[in-house]
């Protein structure tokens, strides 16, 4: 999605450039108390390369969800003036005023990094301008999480922020270590659980292929590990995608990280779930789960609410035997 960094007037407001694919599958609000990242480090991530991490002020930000309730009368009323609206804007607006206006999303990578007084402002206005929201969702980063004290993270939840959208890769720390996350398993394992402790729906996020050769076994045994320790609400599978402008492509280029087969990453995906004793929600919501059936169809379903396991658990396994069967 088009970012409109700065582009904020009476008839527009600020859009980061990416959001899960659930909160554009179901048309949420997007709202942006921060810009880029706070870590900005991960030799995979493409999104904020060379961009600078800010706290908007929440004036600012609130001048913003006004400016989403005046382009929303603006679209009931279908006034003459809506030309003035920039067509980013205009779209998610209309988008969420046609799905309900029940969701929204705090954009960029790490919301849970503002002061908390700040982020209860901004939850408790946008609540009150917009009644009828039912899940406001938001990226944070565990030493994030970690950094909070549970009654503030009680207080944020309370405040209406109601599911984090966590970045865990790998459970494994060489892997971590690798790619810079700046998180060990530890410390994923704690944040998940103090998230879940003070009430959020907590959704992690694990990408096979992220050990490579090298490490791309205990990548998913460990995953499995830190996941069980964590019991979350969702798992969301991304396999590894390489983009150039990235330190994960220039390793490449310097033979410092072998890749592995795209089913080797379905392995992966076995080991995962062979391995794994929790009451989530398993989703492959997203394009990057490529893997076909013998008849072609997508091994997974791409279903936001995913697979329940441990119900689901051999099918899924059923699904991944037949990947490997026909690709082999
Ligand atoms: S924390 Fe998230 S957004 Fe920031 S660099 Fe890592 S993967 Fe990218």
Redesign the pocket.
Same mark, same amino acid.
């Given at each position: 999605m088009k970012s409109s960094e700065s582009n904020t007037s009476k008839y527009s407001f600020e859009i980061g450039p990416i959001r899960p694919p659930n909160e554009g599958g179901e048309s949420s609000l997007l709202i942006r108390p921060t810009r880029n +990242? $706070?870590?900005?480090? +991960?030799a995979?991530?493409p999104?904020?390369d060379g961009k600078k991490f800010r706290i908007r002020d929440v004036e600012d930000i609130k001048k913003d969800i006004d400016a989403v309730e005046r382009i929303k009368e603006m679209l009931k009323e279908n006034s003459d003036a809506i030309g003035k609206v920039p067509f980013d804007c205009r779209s998610v607006v209309s988008g969420w005023m046609q799905s309900g206006e029940k969701t929204a999303f705090l954009q960029? $990578?790490?919301s849970l990094i503002m002061p908390t007084e700040e982020l209860i402002d901004l939850l408790e206005y946008l609540v009150e301008t917009f009644p009828s929201l039912e899940r406001i969702t938001s990226?944070a980063?565990s030493d994030a999480v970690l950094k909070k004290e549970m009654e503030e993270l009680e207080k944020i939840r309370s405040a209406g922020l109601k599911r984090l959208h966590i970045?865990l890769?790998s459970g494994d720390d060489n892997v971590l270590k690798s790619i810079n996350?700046g998180v060990t398993s530890e410390e994923h394992i704690r944040a998940g659980k103090k998230a879940m402790k003070a009430g959020f729906e907590v959704s992690e996020y694990v990408m096979p292929g992220l050990g490579g050769d090298k490490f791309s076994r205990e990548h998913a045994l460990n995953t499995a590990k830190v996941l069980n320790q964590i019991d979350p609400d969702y798992i969301r599978v991304r396999p590894l995608s390489v983009y150039p402008n990235t330190e994960l492509y220039q390793k490449i280029e310097r033979d410092d990280f072998q890749l592995n087969s795209i089913l080797d990453r379905l392995r992966e995906v076995k080991i995962i779930v062979e391995n794994l004793e929790v009451s989530s929600n398993l989703c492959f919501d997203h394009s990057w789960n490529s893997w076909r059936d013998r008849d072609g169809n997508l091994l997974f379903d791409m279903d936001y609410e995913g697979y329940r396991l441990p119900e689901k658990k051999d099918h899924i396994l059923q699904r991944v035997k037949e990947g490997l069967e026909i690709n082999e």
């Open positions: +990242c $706070s870590w900005n480090r +991960c995979f991530c999104y904020y960029d $990578s790490n990226y980063r970045g890769e996350k």
